[in-house]
């Protein structure tokens, strides 16, 4: 009986101290990923403002095709909103609207995954020559959950892999269009 016991105040104070150290872990979940593309600012930016057009280089469609689409608002820019459903777990249901736009600069949008929380999203274009960087950011706030701040930890490598394929597509089908 001793024993169990001490197994069990051993196993409280232990999620005590993961609950008390998630608090001290960053409230904010951030990615990043860029890219140069031999190619203008101009020649990248429909890619980036239109949901339309992030079907053609998304790195989550393939992963299923049957995921459905609807689009709603204007074809690009601002209020230009995709809703996606999807069976797969790793692709899910949401939506993202763009809710910034800046001509061959900048695209903001804002992402709802329904129960699994909300982010913000960014593509940034710096022209570079002849070439053009593109970075694609994320940015979600984790709240007080100690769960969510502890899955912030890993964000990065669940989400940074997408971000670099996503970017290779888009690359690639830039620079075969140019």
């Known amino acids: 009986m001793r024993f169990i016991k001490r197994i069990l105040v051993t196993l409280i104070v232990l999620v005590l101290a993961l609950v008390g150290i998630s608090y001290l872990l960053p409230g904010q979940a951030e990615v990043s990923r860029s890219i140069t593309i031999d190619a ?12 339309q057009e992030t079907e053609k280089w998304s790195p989550w469609l393939s992963r299923d095709p049957n995921t459905q689409l609807s689009y709603s608002g204007p074809e690009a ?16 249901t949401g939506s993202q609207e763009i809710t910034a736009s800046t001509p061959d600069q900048a695209v903001r949008t804002a992402l709802d995954f329904g129960p699994m929380g909300t982010a913000q999203a960014s593509f940034e274009l710096q022209p570079e020559g002849d070439q053009t960087q593109v970075t694609w950011g994320f ?28 970017l290779t597509n ?5 620079e075969t269009q140019g």
Do not use: C
């Not at 203008?40 to 949901?51: L, T």
């Not at 820019?77 to 899910?92: A, Y």
């Not at 888009?170 to 830039?174: G, S």
């Open 40 to 51: 203008p600012p101009n020649a990248i930016f429909p890619f980036v403002n239109s949901m």
């Open 139 to 166: 940015v979600s706030d984790l709240g007080l959950n100690p769960m969510s701040r502890w899955m912030g930890l890993m964000m990065d490598n669940w989400v940074g892999g997408d971000y670099e394929r996503g």
């Open 170 to 174: 888009l690359k690639a089908l830039v």
């Open 77 to 92: 820019g601002v209020g230009n909103t995709l809703n996606w459903s999807s069976d797969h777990p790793q692709v899910g």
